[in-house]
């Protein structure tokens, strides 16, 4: 096989394994014969993986639902059930797919008010759901701060949350079965950081969104399907691999002759593979990062059982994505944005201001100040990342077109 070939081949078996992380999905993973969890947001894979637990994410499913023939029509069904009208729009997915009674019962509802409020809400519904009364149900709360004092309490409670999974399912996390997961964990990230050193070469080599799809995999395909687990570390190496020999060839992706490097400080929009491909293919502009994939390397402490929960609750609150820039400070928040485009040599920084995203639109000012004093061409977009009916990829392509034109770097 070919380089690209391989890259391909790599694309499809993600776009496979997202299937489980879909509605119909969920209720295949119901089905497995394992216990069956349903989380309000990030499922903390190395827990119900160690476990051998089926764990769905609600916001997740959410947004996968925006994607696809009738997802507009879902969206609306769920504003006209009561949701409020300017909540992210996989959290209104979420909310109707609660509120319509298509969701399996699950073993245990775990919620959390993190990373926002209207994840915070969306577990509320969930915690007060009428079918639901009698499943046991675990509500983390997440702190805002950044010291190792946050990370233990966070961890403390997470010792709570596997006990209390524990008395639900009568399944136990072992101290053997929690290190072997922790560290393929950690074997996982250093890979992810592997690819993302590699993507800075020049012309990056491999489409840097990749590393969310491996992310991805391995955590909410993972808790979803503990199975696959393992799979995704080997999806990883294979990505490096490829990825290593393009950098060593000096060969940028195939079909794009790359002008352009720029930051897009939200997540990737569904409507993405309209947008992304055109703008690479057209004005060969490479979107380098987005907050999905973006990541720091948190490792797993596997001395002892509260050093590894207290560890996972660090890379939780420090390393994932939207949790770490929407959970924590406004120098968090822009610190990244001036690390990225210097890591990356991005010429630009987009900022989308999804709709959904309030904490996002609220640091609008701080993070054009920050740019202008770095000297990073700055621009706001103002779209909904679920909802292309909001403004269409064709505007945002040609709005983000004239933006490079009147900067000069196209």
Known sequence: MTDQEIINALTAEGNEYFKALTIAGVNDNARMGRPFIIVSDDALPEIPVAMDI??????????????????AERIDKATEMGVENRLC?????????????????????????????????????????????????????????????????????????????????????????????????????????????????????????????????????????????PKATGWLERLVDVTERK????????????????????VSPSWGSKLFPRLRSELGAVCMKTYYSFHNYIPIDTTSMDSMLASVAKKYLMGTPM???????????????VRICKEDKCDAMIMPCHIGHRDT????????????????????LGCDVWDERYMPADVVFDRLKTFFQSTGLA
């Open 247 to 266: 950098v060593k060839a000096k060969t940028g992706m195939d079909g794009v002759q790359e002008k352009i490097r720029f930051l897009w400080y939200d």
């Open 54 to 71: 089926s764990c769905s994410i609600m916001t997740v499913a959410g947004a996968m639902g925006t994607v696809g023939p009738g997802a």
């Open 361 to 380: 639109n609220a640091y609008q000012k701080l993070a054009r100040d920050t740019c202008r004093a770095n000297g990073i061409p700055f621009f706001f």
């Open 323 to 337: 949790t770490r820039q929407a959970m924590h400070t406004a120098d968090v928040f822009c610190d990244d944005i």
């Open 89 to 229: 729009a996989s959290v209104k997915m979420g909310a109707y797919f609660l509120k319509a009674g298509i969701l399996p019962v699950p073993d245990m509802v775990i919620t959390t008010n993190s990373p926002c409020d209207a994840v915070d809400m969306l577990g509320q519904m969930m915690d007060n759901y009428p079918p639901w009364a009698k499943v046991p149900k675990f509500r983390l709360d997440a702190p805002h701060g950044q010291t190792d004092e946050d990370f233990v309490y966070f961890g403390a409670q997470l010792k709570e949350m596997v006990q209390a999974i524990e008395k639900a399912t009568g399944k136990k996390l072992t101290m053997e079965r929690f290190v072997e997961v922790a560290e393929e964990s950690n074997r996982q990230a250093s890979l992810i950081m592997d690819f993302q050193e590699l993507t800075r070469a020049v012309p990056c080599p491999v489409d840097p969104d990749m590393a969310r799809v491996g992310w991805e995999l391995a955590r909410w395909v993972a808790a979803t399907d503990p199975s696959v687990f």
